[in-house]
């Protein structure tokens, strides 16, 4: 079984599939794939932060196993423990959101495995999920490349915590997501979750950076991460483009290797906001 995680709320359904959907199509293992998202009521901070909603994650799941019976799509809800843990904590408005925090209760959930590859939604795989997944973590907390930017604005092994393949045995091991919980409390970071991680880490193993590449995209990455970047032309400005945002990516990026991903994309997402079509997809077989 294939591990991965995701966290968010409804926000996050056009990431995930699209996320989904290079996995499905970039990889050549029959192994079946358990797909996690962790999700959580806060809207008290923000009237949009509620649990990704069900239809969600039975539309995900019907996509997931129309490519493998045995793949699966869950969410668990840790409302429960955010607020216990973390409610009111300096970094609770955060940089993204306070979905970023909560990959930090792996530990906790007794229903996650030992092994697990967490990834952001803003995540495309250009080739094969095996290559980074069966990279060997025996001895590590987790494997994971370093961040862009971070590299050489912080130190040079600064991580992006967008894809962290983890070791969920060496972490209870040491301690390291009780500690970066413990830096969430009691410490305010630029960039909350990602600095408490890197500040706990015992022993990482450092990826390359096609395992992570958050500005371009070669033949040899695996995955590209559409994170917010800097462009220089016409004039030096941040945009923040995700793979979703089909018609950017074409123009401003000029990609099409994604295209097959995308155009199913397009039409699963009219299939789920069509309820005769919606309706239609799960009583075909």
């Known amino acids: 079984m294939i591990n991965v995680l995701f966290c968010g709320n409804d926000k996050v359904f056009d990431g995930v599939l699209t996320c989904m959907l290079s996995i499905f199509k970039r990889t050549q293992t029959k192994e079946p794939f358990s797909i996690t998202i962790l999700t959580m009521d806060v809207s008290h901070i923000k009237k949009d932060y509620k649990c990704i909603n069900d239809d969600m994650i039975k539309f995900l799941n019907k996509v997931a196993k129309d490519y493998n019976p045995e793949n699966k799509v869950r969410k668990i809800d840790v409302t429960d423990i955010y607020m216990k843990e973390f409610a009111d904590s300096p970094n609770e408005q955060c940089y993204c959101s306070p979905y970023t925090l909560i990959r930090l209760f792996a530990d906790l959930l007794p229903e996650m495995p030992e092994k697990f590859l967490y990834l952001d939604i803003d995540i495309m795989f250009n080739r094969d999920i095996s290559l980074l997944y069966d990279t060997d973590i025996t001895d590590y907390e987790y494997a994971a490349a370093n961040d862009h930017y971070g590299k050489y604005l912080i130190r040079p092994d600064y991580i992006n915590a967008g894809v962290i393949l983890f070791n969920l045995k060496k972490c209870k091991e040491t301690g390291l997501f009780e500690k970066a919980r413990n830096q969430i409390i009691t410490k305010k970071w630029l960039f909350a979750d990602q600095d408490a991680l890197w500040h706990s880490t015992t022993k990482k193993k450092l990826l390359g950076q096609k395992f992570n ?19 220089w032309t016409p004039y030096p400005h941040t945009a923040n483009i995700k793979q ?35 309706k239609k997809y799960f009583t075909d077989k």
């Open 213 to 231: 590449d958050q500005k371009f995209l070669w033949k040899h990455t695996v995955v590209r991460h559409f994170s917010k970047r800097l462009f």
């Open 244 to 278: 979703y945002h089909v018609t950017k990516v074409h123009k401003i990026f000029g990609y099409d290797v994604f295209d097959d991903i995308l155009y199913e994309y397009i039409t699963l997402k009219n299939l789920f906001e069509n309820n005769h079509l919606y």
